[in-house]
């Protein structure tokens, strides 16, 4: 009796008793050995290992888990490869554009600095001129248009967002230009959080796409744009002024010399008037009648035909 106890101790176990152990059906345990999860564990005589049966069940359900964690995680660095997208977007966005404010405070300084420097001219050129041959004052008044262009030709440097923070109104469409993860750092992020900056980089695109349909923000290369095509026309008026004016100084005195000159530059910086900076504000008082022009040029054709 003992004999044989110790030989059902050594053997397996049946089916039906693996799945009464398991909590299941035969018919499961069928299944399993059919498919190949339990059939190492079954024996020569059609028994079961129950102890190699446990082991081969967890070592399925495990690998179940980790196929699925794998897949996990794929769709984890997918999502954040597609925030690190979307952030380069956002940042390329809100990077291109400021605030119209901003922009009318940024052409309206370089426009009055430009005028200040081509009024120099006058300034400078004024007492060189007077009294002058048209061919001498003209190379006098080339030359100092060139140096005056070349001081200008480094071009203003763009800084219209000093402060982003400074009004609270506008700053959210800012928001997104602040410091957020990157590269490795998103590997560090669960897909939850992954998903929550998506979702914040998303609201920040589209509230400064809304501000800048709506005419709080403007794009800074449309602003550049109109301010370069301004330059360019003042830029032509000045490298002709030496021809149009050199012909009235012969007869002129200093005074009379620098009056021209401002009038001429005046119609000049005139050019860059818009909405952020004016006509006045640009000629600053100086010369601007040009009937002061008109009545010294008739005065020097009628000396002329005398």
């Known amino acids: 009796m003992g004999t044989q106890s110790a030989g059902v101790l050594m053997g397996g176990i049946s089916r039906r008793a693996y799945a009464k152990r398991r909590g299941c059906t035969e018919k499961a345990i069928r299944d399993r050995i059919t498919d190949g999860t339990l059939a190492d564990a079954v024996l020569p005589d059609g028994t079961i290992d129950a102890g190699k049966a446990d082991r081969l069940l967890a070592e399925k359900v495990t690998a179940g888990k980790r196929t699925g964690s794998d897949l996990n995680e794929a769709r984890r660095r997918k999502l954040a490869a597609g925030v690190a997208l979307l952030q380069d977007d956002v940042r390329a966005l809100v990077d291109s554009v400021v605030r119209v404010d901003d922009a009318g405070r940024y052409i ?50 763009v800084d219209f967002d000093d402060d982003p923070d400074s009004d609270s109104e506008n700053a959210p469409y800012f928001e997104a230009n602040k410091s957020r993860p990157r590269g490795a750092a998103l590997d560090d992020l669960t897909a939850v959080q992954l998903a929550a900056l998506k979702a914040d ?56 010399a620098k009056t021209l000159l401002e009038i001429e530059i005046s119609e000049g910086v005139e050019e860059m008037a818009c909405t952020w900076v004016t006509k006045a504000d640009l000629t600053a008082g100086r010369a601007s009648d040009r009937r002061q022009f008109f009545k010294r040029d008739q005065k020097t054709k009628k000396a002329k035909a005398a």
């Open 108 to 157: 309206r300084q370089n426009s009055l600095e430009i005028a200040l420097r081509l009024f120099r001219i006058a300034d400078d050129c004024a007492g060189k001129v007077a009294g002058k041959e048209a061919s001498a004052a003209a190379a006098i008044l080339d030359e100092a248009v060139r140096a005056a262009l070349t001081d200008l030709s480094g071009g203003p440097t």
């Open 201 to 256: 980089l998303e609201a920040h695109r589209l509230e400064t796409k809304r501000a800048l349909n709506n005419g709080k923000l403007v794009e800074i290369e449309r602003i550049c744009g109109e301010l370069a095509a301004r330059c360019s026309i003042v830029r032509n008026r000045m490298l002709g002024l030496h021809v149009k004016v050199a012909p009235h100084f012969l007869s002129a005195d200093k005074s009379e």
